[in-house]
């Protein structure tokens, strides 16, 4: 059963400082992964979407590496805005079906 | 375009009732999702559609969750005899295709149905 793991499960960082999200999964067997947002009583947004036969993926501010072999994945978010406090979770595809980790809540003061 | 559409937003019922719980797709999404979002187990696969067929119903927790969907297209989540452990966030997700080596194979999610079990 694949496990996801995300660490920190809290970062409070000040405005302009960049994120970095860890995300490890425990098989390497993977079709691809998705970066989420979910804010306060919503659904998730999907950020960006990792193939497995890629290494790195960006859209704007965002920036996500991923290491298959070490099971590893990071999220970087550049130039933190107070907007951009948020739930981000990490999922892994392994057949079809997400697998997620419990999440990083990132608070981002003005 | 219009994105993975759930209803109802809310819903609350007493112990032992019935649901419903429905989610409309992307057009042209062929593969559809559910998921669970509970604070003790927080986000879990329950089933997975490919068109009308429904090739995985590993995560359904119990015989008192079943899912249909018609017309390759919307799909409703029922769960029989509503316990308050099935208190939780149901979320509907879609995506172009199962192709394992595909990049459309991108899952979008609805905004969720919010269940509460008196």
């Known amino acids: 059963k694949q496990e996801v793991t995300q660490i920190p499960a809290a970062l409070s960082v000040p405005e302009g400082e960049n994120l970095v999200l860890n995300c490890s999964f425990t098989?390497?067997?993977?079709?691809?992964l998705q970066w989420f947002r979910q804010d306060p009583g919503k659904g998730l947004t999907s950020l960006l979407l990792?193939?497995?036969?890629?290494r790195e993926q960006t859209s704007g501010r965002l920036n996500a590496s991923l290491d298959k072999s070490s099971g590893r994945s990071t999220l970087y978010i550049a130039a933190s805005q107070p907007g951009d406090s948020a739930t981000y979770l990490c999922?892994?595809?392994?057949?079809?079906?997400?697998?997620f980790g419990a999440g990083t809540t990132v608070t981002v003061r003005a | 375009g219009a994105g993975v559409s759930q209803s109802p937003s809310n819903k609350v019922t007493e112990k032992g009732k019935d649901v419903e719980l429905r989610c409309d797709p992307i057009?042209?999404?062929?593969?559809l999702y559910w998921y669970r979002q509970s604070l003790g187990q927080g986000l879990e696969f329950l089933i997975y559609?490919?068109?009308?067929?429904?090739?995985?119903k590993s995560g359904l927790p119990s015989d008192r969750f079943s899912a249909e969907r018609t017309g390759g297209s919307v799909s409703t989540l029922t769960i029989q005899r509503t316990q308050q452990e099935d208190s939780a966030v149901y979320l509907c997700?879609?995506?172009?295709?199962?192709?394992?080596?595909?990049?459309?194979?991108?899952?979008?999610f609805g905004p969720g149905t919010r269940l509460t079990v008196l």
């Open positions: 997700a879609s995506s172009l295709n199962r192709a394992s080596t595909s990049s459309y194979n991108e899952q979008f």
């Open positions: 098989d390497s067997a993977i079709y691809n």
């Open positions: 990792i193939q497995s036969s890629q």
């Open positions: 999922a892994v595809n392994s057949d079809y079906k997400l697998s």
């Open positions: 057009s042209g999404h062929t593969a």
């Open positions: 559609f490919q068109g009308n067929s429904a090739p995985d």
